[in-house]
């Protein structure tokens, strides 16, 4: 069985001026996550939050954070963005970043909170596929990473299926970049469950309406899933949708 379907909310694409509001707005719209790009001007190019923007959102809000580490050296970071974070919030890393990820998926449970690795469109699934029994969620990038309002690569979506396909059941598989209510079914069709959307949200007039078309979206890839049981996927819906499992 999968895990539920989850909103991240990526900040990335919220205007800067008026942060609190904005996270208070997605907030009362029930978004699941709060997507947080962390970028070094190295790993990528662009250079964005650090940990004290962590923190401040920290004392605004409840919404576990999905703090998405694009840096070079993680392993010199965590620390840092885990004491700015809390319990149940999550740090991903990079698998192009490191030669030692088992350690830095240590530092991070060791400090008290969830771990995820990340791949970018062009790194083959085979490099992270030894870890899924040791994180808790595999963030696949649908675009080159580094600005929001790119466009979804619809070639990262057999790696999705690859993925889920050799996942534990409990394992949250997010993707990230480019996506839309035109194509978020793609991506869970291919069975993830964690959907990080930017521009999506924060640059439409009406924020709390797009995350919850966004959910419909994905809950109706999912019925329509179980009418054609085209895949072998599992994947239940979040509460308030349709009730039970989807079996395949």
Do not use: W
């Amino acid at each position: 069985m999968q895990p539920e379907i989850k909103i991240a909310a990526s900040i990335l694409a919220a205007n800067p001026v008026r942060l609190e509001e904005e996270i208070k707005t997605i907030e009362m719209a029930g978004v699941d996550l709060i997507h947080i790009d962390v970028m070094d001007g190295h790993f990528v190019p662009n250079i964005t939050m650090g940990p004290f923007i962590v923190e401040g959102i920290k004392r605004i809000t409840k919404i576990p954070l999905d703090i998405h580490l694009m840096v070079e050296h993680p392993e010199r970071y965590v620390k840092t963005f885990a004491e700015a974070a809390g319990k149940g919030d999550l740090i991903t890393f990079h698998i192009e970043t490191t030669k030692k990820p088992k350690e830095v998926i240590s530092l991070i449970k060791d400090a008290g909170l969830k771990a995820g690795v990340s791949l970018n469109p062009d790194t083959p699934t085979e490099s992270v596929e030894n870890l899924l029994d040791a994180v808790d969620m595999v963030l696949v990038m649908s675009v080159n990473p580094g600005f929001a309002g790119q466009r979804f690569i619809s070639k990262v979506l057999p790696k999705i299926a690859r993925l889920r396909s050799m996942a534990p059941d409990e394992l949250d598989i997010e993707v990230d970049g480019g996506i839309t209510p035109e194509n978020i079914s793609q991506a869970v069709r291919e069975g993830a469950n964690v959907i990080v959307a930017a521009s999506a949200i924060f640059k439409t007039n009406d924020p709390c309406g797009a995350i919850k078309t966004l959910k419909q979206k994905a809950e109706q890839a999912i019925r329509e899933e179980y009418h054609s049981a085209a895949k072998p996927h599992q994947i239940p819906l979040r509460k308030g949708g349709m009730k039970g499992v989807v079996k395949k």
